[in-house]
């Protein structure tokens, strides 16, 4: 933990010598990217670019829990077209069903879920017209 700042001893005097203690005892050595140059830095001034970043490398993982639903529920759908057995459509539809009937009963937060469960027959006789047209 930081210790506390003595009295009378200027911010930046003391935060700088901090650094100085750091790169003495070795903190800074071997760390990754060291010696690289800094990405985006010719890139123009963006006050987000740090949340952007973030958002690329977790995947919207920092979406609101009913943004993720819905996406779960788009992809679920899309696989739901792409499975192999009327089975596997049934099964995966009733997984997602599951979770979007929990969230209804349960609230989450975030923005509305505007999210009913899927028709499955109705989903079932797509996916069977569409193994018809391309058998």
């Known amino acids: 933990m930081t210790k506390r700042k003595p009295a009378g001893v200027g ?3 003391w935060i700088e010598r901090q650094i100085r203690e750091a790169q003495d005892r070795g903190d800074f050595d071997d760390l ?3 010696g690289r140059p800094l ?3 010719h890139e ?3 006050e987000l670019w740090w949340v952007k970043e973030k ?3 977790e995947e919207g993982t920092a979406l609101p829990p009913t943004l993720l639903l819905r996406k779960e529920a788009a992809a679920a759908r899309e696989a739901a077209g792409r499975a192999r057995t009327e089975a596997e459509v049934r ?3 009733a997984d997602i ?4 009937v929990e969230a209804i009963r349960k609230p989450m937060s975030g923005p509305p879920l505007n999210l009913m469960p899927y028709d499955v027959e109705h ?3 797509q996916w069977r017209a569409d193994q018809a047209d391309r058998g």
């Open 11 to 13: 911010f930046e005097t």
């Open 32 to 34: 990754p990217g060291a």
């Open 39 to 41: 990405k985006g830095l």
């Open 44 to 46: 123009p001034h963006d």
């Open 55 to 57: 958002l690329r490398r």
């Open 91 to 93: 099964s995966i539809l």
């Open 97 to 100: 069903n599951a979770k979007i």
């Open 123 to 125: 989903v079932v006789r």
